[in-house]
């Protein structure tokens, strides 16, 4: 899943004026569907709720399709410092991180004009960095990322979706211009941590709720 295309192109390209169809069966979704990861395909697809939920149950679809968790988590009690970043060797300010299992390891992918792009990742360095942090612990393999934003010489670091880092990582590839990514693509990257942020929910209040 280190380069799901199909997921992908939802995202980087001018919605069609059709309506958005659920994969599995065919049925009419909104725009705020929930996604799956066709873990055969390496690829997100749109579902509809109850595709959606029944995806949910164990063995279902002899475990093909998982479904895409809505839960978004932070760790105020682990900081990460300014040496984070080098030690990850990211060349962007921003990356995500998930569990493939099918590969049986990590990946780290970052924004790039040519989309989602994958990082050499050492688990060593992994364990330095993130290694402190429960989310690292509580990440579902396939269906959920770390988000990681570095500015300046501070790094934030969030639990979430998958389909929110490759949506990111299609609208930075649909605005970026020039070497840095241009106003645009930072707009949409603000954009995307401001609601990130909004939604987080502490990990201590996760863990009572």
């Given at each position: 899943?280190s380069?799901?295309?199909?997921?992908?192109?939802?995202?980087?390209?001018?919605?069609?004026?059709?309506?958005?169809?659920?994969?599995?069966?065919?049925?009419?979704?909104?725009?705020?569907?929930?996604?799956?990861?066709?873990?055969?395909?390496?690829?997100?697809?749109?579902?509809?709720a109850?595709?959606?939920?029944?995806?949910?149950?164990?063995?279902?679809?002899?475990?093909?399709?998982?479904?895409?968790?809505?839960?978004?988590?932070?760790?105020?009690?682990?900081?990460?410092?300014?040496?984070a970043?080098?030690?990850?060797?990211?060349?962007?300010?921003v990356?995500?991180?998930?569990?493939?299992?099918?590969?049986?390891?990590?990946?780290?992918?970052?924004?790039?004009?040519?989309?989602?792009?994958?990082?050499?990742?050492?688990?060593?360095?992994?364990?330095?960095?993130?290694?402190?942090?429960?989310?690292?612990?509580?990440?579902?393999?396939?269906?959920?990322?770390?988000?990681?934003?570095?500015?300046?010489?501070?790094?934030?670091?969030?639990?979430?979706?998958?389909?929110?880092?490759?949506?990111?990582?299609?609208?930075?590839?649909?605005?970026?211009?020039?070497?840095?990514?241009?106003?645009?693509?930072?707009?949409a990257?603000?954009?995307?941590?401001?609601?990130?942020?909004?939604?987080?929910?502490?990990?201590?209040?996760?863990?009572?709720?």
């Open positions: 899943m380069a799901p295309a199909a997921g992908l192109r939802r995202f980087v390209t001018e919605r069609p004026p059709r309506p958005e169809l659920c994969e599995l069966c065919a049925t009419e979704v909104p725009e705020d569907h929930r996604h799956l990861v066709d873990t055969e395909q390496r690829a997100l697809v749109c579902a509809c109850p595709c959606a939920v029944l995806m949910e149950q164990p063995g279902s679809a002899a475990g093909r399709f998982r479904a895409v968790p809505a839960r978004y988590l932070t760790d105020p009690g682990h900081r990460l410092g300014p040496r970043w080098e030690t990850l060797q990211i060349p962007v300010g990356a995500f991180f998930f569990r493939n299992a099918a590969l049986d390891r990590l990946v780290a992918l970052y924004p790039s004009p040519a989309g989602a792009t994958e990082s050499e990742l050492e688990p060593a360095a992994f364990d330095e960095v993130l290694g402190g942090t429960r989310l690292a612990a509580l990440l579902e393999p396939d269906v959920e990322a770390l988000l990681l934003r570095r500015t300046g010489d501070s790094c934030e670091c969030h639990l979430v979706p998958i389909d929110v880092c490759y949506e990111l990582v299609g609208r930075m590839r649909l605005l970026w211009q020039g070497f840095d990514g241009g106003a645009e693509a930072r707009a990257l603000d954009a995307c941590f401001t609601e990130v942020r909004r939604r987080a929910r502490p990990l201590k209040e996760a863990e009572r709720a």
